[in-house]
């Protein structure tokens, strides 16, 4: 029973920085009055945090296929590339949304915070 609740736990986690990057994208497409260089500092998070949310969900759809897949070198390689991008990806989002505008900069901050954690958590616990 523990164990449906930590993948559900885990599911959770992992899409709420899908979810806050998407309320981002709603909220920044409703700002009309802001200074042009924030606009930017916002599309410019916006894209990457979009980048960074990506793989962990990918991974859960990737779990679900047979074990010889899993396993194989390509998709290992794939994976450790694609958090690293995403890290990557996650800390500019993060830099540029310190420069964003009302709900777009809070949520996109969370969410990229969120996505970098996630990140570490999984770089973390590749070596088991």
């Keep these: 029973m523990h164990t449906e609740v930590y993948v559900g736990i885990a599911i959770f986690l992992i899409l709420l920085p899908l979810g806050m990057i998407g309320a981002a994208w709603y909220y920044w497409r409703k700002q009309i009055n802001q200074k042009a260089w924030r606009k930017w500092a916002s599309l410019c998070g916006l894209c990457t945090a979009s980048i960074s949310v990506v793989p962990m969900p990918l991974m859960f759809l990737v779990l679900a ?20 991008v995403a890290l990557l990806a996650g800390i500019v989002a993060l830099l540029s949304f310190f420069f964003a505008y009302g709900k ?25």
């Design 104 to 128: 777009v900069r809070w949520l996109g901050c969370l969410g990229s915070f969120l996505s970098i954690f996630l990140c570490l958590v999984f770089i973390l616990g590749e070596g088991y």
């Design 65 to 84: 296929l047979p074990s010889s897949v899993i396993k194989s070198r390509l998709v290992n390689s794939a994976f450790d590339w694609s958090v690293f």
